[in-house]
């Protein structure tokens, strides 16, 4: 796709393209998501640590309703990821209140919002301090029973051999409007603080997405090729990869590691060789959005090509059925979905 229009292309899957059409979020209750910080409570320190459920409710709106409840800025509230509107969502925030004194939790009221836990915290919540996101997601279709078993089947091939580690369509807005941003702020237009961050999300997720496209039509996603990074399941921790050996094979077989490939910006590519040929013949074709990237002084970084799922689980019932998975954070359960069916409205 050329630097102009901001229509997503439709990155291929790995198992076949989807198997059938289902309904997802019907109601909120439908897809929930439960954050998991992987870390408690200090028990002391200067901030309330809260977990919320809330339902339809934007994050960044709810983290300014809490500061209006204490009385305080509302950049003196944490929280960890923004989490989906359209579900039922369990997350943690933190909200600064020195002297401990004057805030009563059990008289906070918003609509679409609950507080099912306070403990005290000795330091305010930043994004990505969580390690993953637990989902539990209802699709409405009306399934035959050869229906059932290609599913079954599928979602067997998804858990054993994980897929393509997709940013998902939200990360690029309605008709992927935020990419059109992108193109206007990295060419110079002004544009508040969160729009730019938005932009510069958008422009980075889409360049990784075309890598990891090329890579999947290729069939190398999930493989090492020599001048990958290396990225060690369920860190952030990465190595270059010179020379594929046996124990390399075996380790990428065994989810012990994954092939990373480049998140675009001031220092791209990352990689080398014959992984790095790829990644620049990928985004070729974007030539603005990389300099762009370059010249905000965007530093380049990696992610994971290939998406490990956990904690999985497939139910049925009648007119729906059910996933569970839990993902690190930064993954996208639409792009666990679209291994398997498309969205109906």
Known sequence: MPDSPSVLPDWPCVYGGPLFAARMRAVPDEFRVVE???????????????????????TDWLARKLAQHAGIKSLDVGY???KDRHAVTTQTFTVRRPNRDGTDWAAFSVAGARIL??????????RGAHVANHFRIGLRADLTSADRAALQVRWQHIVAGGIPNYFGPQRF???GNNLALARDVLSGKRVRREQRSIAISAARSFLFNEILAARVSAGTWDRLLEGDLANLDGSRSVFSVAAIDETLVARCAAFDIHP???????GAPLTSGAAAAIEAEAVAGHAALCAGLVNARIAADSRPLRLRLADTSLEFDEGIFWLS????KGAFATSV?????????
């Open 36 to 58: 998991e910080l992987g870390f408690a409570a200090s028990g002391d320190g200067e901030h309330d640590m809260l977990t919320v459920e809330k339902t339809g409710t934007n």
């Open 80 to 82: 960890a990821g923004l």
């Open 117 to 126: 836990d306070v403990q005290r915290h000795n330091r305010k919540l930043k």
């Open 173 to 175: 807005g309605r008709n």
């Open 260 to 266: 990373a490939a480049t998140l675009w910006g001031d």
């Open 325 to 328: 998975f839990r993902l690190p």
């Open 337 to 345: 979905i679209r291994e398997l069916l498309t969205d109906r409205p």
